[in-house]
Each structure stands twice: as C-alpha cells, then as structure tokens.
C-alpha cells in the first residue's frame, strides 16, 4: 500500500464536502476519483497532497515517496522557454551530469591513487546516472511534449505567451518527465485532442507508479482505471473495474437498494394497516396483538430513499416536424485564415436520423465548419445545401449564442414568447434552475456547467430536426452526459456534433467524419470502429501484403457514403515515400546499434585494471566514449523523428484508401 485515506472529513462553514472517507491505493495502481461536479473530487486531491487540512481524519504516505501534482488551472509566468520550463524538471540529472563532466576533467590532472579514488566515484555517477535514464533525458523530454501536441517549432515558445491550456500541458509533460511515485492529475484531458489523448493513455497505462485520476472523459478512464472511488453523498464508495464495470455495478447496487427500500415500505404499509384493523376490532386479545405489531415496527431500521445525481433533470429533444431525406450536402467546401488552410475539397451528405460526429485533431477546423453550415461564418468556396423542411437547432461551444445580461427566465421566455411564466419555469426546473434562481440569477454568473444545461433547455424548446452540437458535454458532468445520451438516441430527427468525449461518440454516433489532412475520412460505425478500422488499415500498409491491400480496398468501396479514392499514381507515391523513410529509419537504427555495442566495449576496457592505472590510455577512452554518447544522443533523436515521419506517412497511406 502506498496511499491511505483514513476517514477524512472536509466542511467549508456549514457546507459539509466529505464525511468519513476511507480508501486505499496499491503501488502501480490506476485509480479514478468519480463524482457530480462539487462532489468534492478536487478538494480530495487537495486533501491527499496536502494543500488543503482534513478537518478530521488523515492521510499516510508510504516513507521515501514521491508525490506530483496535476491541477486544473496552471499559473505559469515565468519567461524560460516551453524546453527549458519541462528541463527543469530534470535538474538532478543536469547536476550529475555537470559533476560527470567535472570529474572528466579532474582526471586529466591527478595519478596513483587519487585518480582510482576518483575513477570509483566517476564509476558509482555513470552507474547512477544511467539508472536514472542520463543518456535519453533530452529526447525523453522531446518525445512527451510531442504526445502532447506540442510541435518542435513551439519548443522555444516563451511560457508567458502561452494560453491557460497550453500552461496546463506544458505542466503534464513537466509532471510525467519527473516521474513521481504517485501521480495526481486533475481532469488532465481538457486541454488534449483526441491524438494527444490517445498518447496519454498509453503513458500512463504503462507508468511505473500509482495514478489517482479526476476526469469526466469515460472513455480514457475505461482504457487506464482498475478501481473506481465514487465520491457520493460526501463518502467514499469504492468498486473494482474500470468506469464502465463501475457503472454497471453502481446501477445493479442502486437498483437493490430502491427495491429493499421499496420491499421494506410495503412491509411497513401492511403491518400498519394490520394493526389498525386488529385496533378497530376493540377486542381486548386484538388490541394486544396490534400493540406487539407496534412494538416490532418500532424496531425495524427504516431504510432511507436512495438518491439518484441529478436524476430530475430532463431532457425531450423532438422534432416539430419531419425533413427530407436528404439534411445536409457539402460540395468543395473550404476555409482558410491568413496562413493557414484548414480544408478544401470538403464533399459529404448526412442523411434523415443519422448521428454523425465529426472528429480531428486540435486546429483542423471542426468548429468553423460547424459555424460556416450554421451561417455563423462565410466559406472561401463550396455550396451547403439543406433539405427540405429542415431546421437547424444549434448549440455553441463557446455559448455565445446567450445573452449575458439577461436572467435566465429572460433568456427563455425572450427566445419562446408563446411560453407563460408556468412553463418558462417548467422548462427551467428541468434542467436544475429552481427557487429564485430561476428568475433572478443572470447568465453572466453562471458556472460553465450551468451555461451547458441553459443552452440545452433551449435546444430541446427549439423542436429543431436537425442538430448541430459543438462540444456539448463540455463542462458537464457524468450523470449529465448519460442523460444528455440517452435523449439523443432516443431523438427522431438528425444530429451532426463535434466532440473530443469518445464515450460520448461511442454511445451516440453512427457514422464518424474524421477531419484529417484538411479533407474528409468516412466512417461507418462509432468509435470503437473508428480505432479498429484505424489499426486494420495501418497493419495492412505496414505489412505490405498485396491480398490484404486489396480486400481492405474492396472492403471500403462498398461503404455507401466514402470521400473517394487516391488516384494510382498518388498511392504509388506515397509507396515510394514510405519505403525511403523505412530505408531511412533502417539505417539509423544499424548505426545506433554499432555504436552501443563499440561503446559498451570501450567501457569494459576502462574497467580493465591494466588501464585503470594508465591515466593517458583511460582518459583517451572517456573521450570516445563521451564522443559516441553525444552521438547516440543525437541518433535517437534522429529515430524518433523519422519514427514520427514514418506513422503519419503511414496513416496518410492508409486515411487515402477510405477517402
């Protein structure tokens, strides 16, 4: 055990925030803290890294470890580079390499037994400095903020330019070069693509310490968690599994408890009812019999009512009325800013009740799309061409779309003048607005979450047939998002979103449109397809195995709505360009590998006793070799980055043959 939560309890004045909560986490453990929004998910973290005291109760440590810390909100001014901020976090290693240096140096001046003295020393520094990973530190660096979405050209950034998100992962990359025991990380995600995502993950399933995650993305925890601690009701409950298993089993326990509770109220109804009858019969042996009744009932622990998280929101999203067919055709869509081509060429259709989501990276022009179809934005070319009898109903990431003077009763009944005040505040008690909040609050308090749930009580008022969603689950939270699910897939009408939430895709989508390369990727499926496809597509190219090629081809042109096809001199181009890179990756790698087999030699040669007391021959050896680690330093780079030239060559291969 490396973490102990022992009954900690946290109020702030009378607003009670955790009661008595016990949990426990295992070395190597991935752990997810779960919980409405103010559950109190991020003051736990606090607690357990001792920025914030318990009021009751402790945490324990085990001895000698390592504790790092991810908050939500990064504030970083310092002027050093995005480089030298994440360097810093390898300052031990920095300072033993110098002294490495130093002795190096010392030993050209010094014989007999002062030079063994020092070559032992010098002996016990390399032997630790390559423990703790000296030879790779600065690619290591370079690897983690490239997976995190950083190019090499932002590398020299200065921090103070920087936007609060890119602060928040320039401190991750920071966090994960440093390899604490224990890894902390509130909601690491919010500021990562879908790529960047994807990376994380695979660091962290295979970290070598305990992680304790705060997220609302499902899908990154059921990939990396094996315990869930659901903070609910201000305790701790905890479930073995990931986030899925965790909501399969909080369900089958939440359904037992309302069928013990609602099994112990009939009890409770019929011994009462049996009382007053034998009461009624004024029979001195039936009124004996009613008052043991009652002396039983007395004893009974009544059960309270389970309660479910926000279980009064609601959310009916319906069409008023039926479109076409045909929603939505995009011909030669395209759209650039000053030095910057987002796409071009852009061609798809969306049909009557499909769910399609539209998926890319960071910066590829999700949102402008969504902006230029709903006439937010002008396009540099291509037509847009809408249905018959379709109306849009829109909701806007950024929530601009709200007036931030306005109340929020205003903001409905200003919307929906046929509404009276009864249902205004209908509407708005659907969605958790109630009391005088409901008519005095303005928008301009509202917390990002709040803003979510106003937008979409207007988007289901809106009795729209087509929806066009920017991020929704933005800001809610878990039990928010099933719901907000749940509506969607039971809605009637069509449904075109851009979302990061891949649970959400998953749940929700029938076809995915992956903006990649500045055009159009169709797929047919959720994501969990998206990935699969993805891999298949990927192995099939690497391998190179004709057959395959030609099955997944033929596969792909039978998918109704694909973008089209390279052309044959395309694809045998990027053949070409992929063989050069593999030739190129080949060679690197033979390099790298003469080179530590020549060093690991010259290093057992300065270990030679013989050499150990020529002073001239040894420091001739040092030389060579501190010559082939500056080299090999320099190769590994080199490999990671025709690595990273090798894969996008190769998903370029492989996105061509489903356009």
Request: contains cysteine; charged residues 30%.
């Amino acid at each position: 055990m490396i973490l102990a939560c022992n009954r900690v309890s946290k109020a702030f004045g009378t607003d009670e925030i955790l009661k008595n909560v016990s949990f426990h986490v295992e070395e190597n453990e991935k752990v997810a803290i779960v919980g409405i929004n103010g559950a109190g998910k991020s003051t736990l973290l606090k607690i357990l890294i001792g920025e914030l005291p318990a009021d009751e109760g402790d945490v324990t440590i085990a001895k000698s470890t390592s504790v790092g810390y991810l908050a939500q909100y990064q504030e970083v001014a310092a002027e050093q580079s995005i480089y030298e901020e994440v360097l810093s976090a390898k300052a031990d290693i920095i300072e033993m390499e110098a002294q490495i240096r130093t002795f190096e140096e010392q030993m050209k001046h010094v014989q007999g037994a002062e030079l063994n003295a020092l070559m032992e020393r010098y002996h016990s520094f390399l032997q630790e400095f390559e423990a703790k990973g000296g030879y790779y530190y600065k690619s290591e660096i370079s690897s983690v903020l490239r997976g995190l979405g950083f190019e090499d050209s932002d590398f020299e950034r200065k921090m103070s330019e920087l936007s609060g998100g890119q602060k928040t992962r320039v401190s991750l990359a920071k966090l994960l070069v440093r390899k604490p025991d224990i890894l902390l990380l509130d909601e690491p995600t919010n500021h990562l693509d879908l790529a960047s995502i994807t990376w994380l993950e695979g660091f962290l399933k295979g970290y070598k310490g305990a992680v304790i995650l705060v997220s609302h993305d499902r899908y990154f925890l059921d990939r990396i968690v094996t315990k869930v601690i659901e903070v609910f009701m201000h305790q701790a409950h905890v479930y073995a599994g990931n986030y899925s298993q965790y909501s399969q089993k909080k369900a089958q326990m939440r359904a037992a408890q309302m069928k013990q509770y609602l099994n112990q109220r009939r009890e409770i109804e019929h011994q009462q009812e049996v009382i007053t009858k034998l009461k009624s019969f004024n029979r001195e042996k039936s009124i004996k019999r009613a008052e043991s009744r009652e002396k039983a009932l007395q004893k009974i622990e009544v059960l309270e009512k389970p309660v479910e998280e926000q279980a009064d929101m609601r959310i009916t999203l319906e069409p008023n009325i039926v479109s076409g067919k045909d929603v939505l055709k995009v011909e030669g869509l395209a759209k650039a800013f000053p030095g910057n081509l987002l796409f071009s060429g852009i061609d798809f259709e969306i049909k009557r009740g499909e769910r399609v989501a539209l998926i890319g990276n960071n910066g590829t022009g999700k949102t402008t799309m969504l902006k230029i179809i709903t006439k937010h934005l002008e396009s540099d070319a291509g037509t847009i061409r809408l249905g018959t009898n379709v109306n849009i109903g829109y909701y806007d990431q950024e929530q601009q779309l709200l007036s931030e003077d306005k109340t929020l009763f205003e903001e409905i009944q200003d919307a929906y003048p046929n509404l009276n005040n009864t249902q205004v505040r209908n509407v708005l008690a659907s969605f958790l607005f109630t009391g005088e909040d409901a008519v005095t609050k303005r928008v301009a308090e509202l917390s990002g979450g709040e803003r979510g749930r106003l937008s979409l009580a207007k988007l289901m008022l809106s009795e729209a047939n087509f929806l066009i969603l920017d991020e929704p689950t933005n800001h809610l939270d878990m039990v928010s998002k099933e719901i907000l699910e749940e509506a969607l897939n039971n809605y009637t009408g069509t449904v075109f979103f851009v979302s990061h939430d891949r649970y959400f895709i998953n749940q929700t989508a029938t076809r995915i449109l992956d903006l990649t390369g500045q055009t159009i990727v169709n797929y047919i499926g959720n994501y969990d397809y998206y990935l699969e496809k993805q891999e298949e597509l990927t192995r099939v190219y690497v391998t190179g195995q004709a057959e395959e090629k030609n099955a997944a081809s033929n596969a792909e042109k039978k998918t109704a709505d694909d973008a089209g096809k390279i052309d044959w001199q395309e694809q045998k181009r990027q053949q070409a360009q992929l063989r050069k890179k593999q030739n190129e990756r080949k060679k690197i790698e033979d390099e790298i590998a003469k080179l530590e087999a020549d060093k690991e030699q010259a290093e057992n040669e300065a270990a030679l006793p013989e050499i150990a007391t020529n002073s001239a021959k040894l420091f001739e050896l040092h030389k060579n070799i501190t010559a082939m680690e500056e080299r090999l330093e320099v190769l590994y780079e080199e490999w990671e980055t025709c690595s990273e030239e090798l894969e996008e060559l190769e998903q370029e291969q492989a996105a061509g043959t489903t356009k």
